[in-house]
T-cell receptor, first 114, second 115 residues
Framework: NAGVTQTPKFQVLKTGQSMTLQCAQDMNHNSMYWYRQDPGMGLRLIYYSASEGTTDKGEVPNGYNVSRLNKREFSLRLESAAPSQTSVYFC?????????????FGDGTRLSIL | AQKITQTQPGMFVQEKEAVTLDCTYDTSDPSYGLFWYKQPSSGEMIFLIYQGSYDQQNATEGRYSLNFQKARKSANLVISASQLGDSAMYFCAMRPRAGAQKLVFGQGTRLTINP
């Protein structure tokens, strides 16, 4: 039972490079999310997709783009990486976007921008 | 605006003791969900327990229970009979009905269980 799978687990980039973080869930969930976790700041929402075919900005969307490829997959793209984007990135999913639904998280991607 | 406050940056507890992790929240939305997550040193976020704002009884899941005091806006996590494997960061989070796409997280409490 994989749940939410993120790839890669670790990545080092140079400033200005681009890359895509991949996320897939096998729980038939409708809603998917991308968060970043920085020391002392908890988790902050970057983008979310309430359902297949829709995406919306979260709290800290600048410098990122997302694609909801299908119901299972939700990718996060950094077009031109900056050192301020060094963080741990978590993908999450939930059955719906209603307040009684827990979000289930992947193991995270540790991204360093030099 | 919604906010979660966890006032204990770190806690040290002897194995087999019970431990209470504090969480207070602020929201004007009458309908919301409260969640606790565990983050071990390996980094994954593990969902532990959920409490709905209209639930009359405190939630329980095995050794975890949630002490929900709505008037005080507190949602403390109680872990009974602590184990070495309970050592981790613990995050309290809230999901309001308005803006339910986002989980609002607290800063976390690092729990260390001593043998």
């Amino acid at each position: 039972n994989a749940g939410v799978t993120q790839t890669p687990k670790f990545q080092v980039l140079k400033t200005g490079q681009s890359m895509t973080l991949q996320c897939a869930q096998d729980m038939n969930h409708n809603s998917m999310y991308w968060y970043r976790q920085d020391p002392g700041m908890g988790l902050r929402l970057i983008y979310y997709s309430a359902s297949e075919g829709t995406t919306d900005k979260g709290e800290v969307p600048n410098g990122y783009n997302v694609s909801r490829l299908n119901k299972r997959e939700f990718s996060l793209r950094l077009e031109s990486a900056a050192p301020s984007q060094t963080s741990v990135y978590f993908c999450a999913s939930s059955q719906t976007q209603y307040s009684n639904q827990p979000q289930h998280f992947g193991d995270g991607t540790r991204l360093s921008i030099l | 605006a919604q906010k979660i406050t966890q006032t204990q940056p770190g806690m040290f507890v002897q194995e087999k003791e019970a431990v209470t992790l504090d969480c207070t929240y602020d929201t004007s939305d009458p309908s919301y969900g409260l969640f606790w997550y565990k983050q071990p040193s390996s980094g994954e976020m593990i969902f532990l327990i959920y409490q709905g704002s209209y639930d009359q009884q405190n939630a329980t899941e095995g050794r975890y229970s949630l002490n929900f005091q709505k008037a005080r806006k507190s949602a403390n996590l109680v872990i009974s009979a602590s184990q070495l494997g309970d050592s981790a960061m613990y995050f309290c989070a809230m999901r309001p009905r308005a803006g339910a796409q986002k989980l609002v997280f607290g800063q976390g409490t690092r729990l260390t269980i001593n043998p």
